[in-house]
């Protein structure tokens, strides 16, 4: 059964970064597309950094250039470094594999303020 423990949100001033983190267990991170994912209130979920396990990424037009997407194979974790963060990247942070399984961690609250 694959375990999903995302951390590292926080509160930021807008132009701050954060980095989070995923620990994965029951699945291997080496061997799957990895994503991150955000729910902002009322809104969808949405996919904002994918990681094949060839090593391409992807990400959409919103977080291109601030947002990077990256895994440790030996400690199975997936990282999201994100740079610049701006208000509306207001959200609970996800990891998941690409596409999606129906497992969910509990997420990480990143709050950007003004």
């Known amino acids: 059964q694959v375990q999903l423990v995302e951390s590292g949100g926080g509160l930021v001033q807008a132009g701050g970064s954060l980095r989070l983190s995923c620990v994965v267990s029951?699945?291997?991170?080496?061997?799957?597309?990895m994503g991150w994912y955000r729910q902002a209130p009322g809104k969808q979920r949405e996919w904002v950094a994918l990681?094949?396990?060839?090593?391409?990424?992807n990400y959409p037009g919103s977080v291109k250039g601030r947002f990077t997407i990256s895994t440790d194979n030996a400690k199975n974790t997936v990282y999201l470094q994100m740079n610049s963060l701006k208000p509306e990247d207001t959200a609970v942070y996800y990891c998941?594999?690409?596409?999606?399984?129906?497992?969910w961690g509990q997420g990480t609250q990143v709050t950007v303020s003004p």
């Open positions: 990681l094949s396990s060839r090593g391409s990424t």
């Open positions: 998941n594999t690409f596409p999606a399984t129906t497992t």
């Open positions: 029951g699945s291997s991170v080496s061997i799957n597309t």
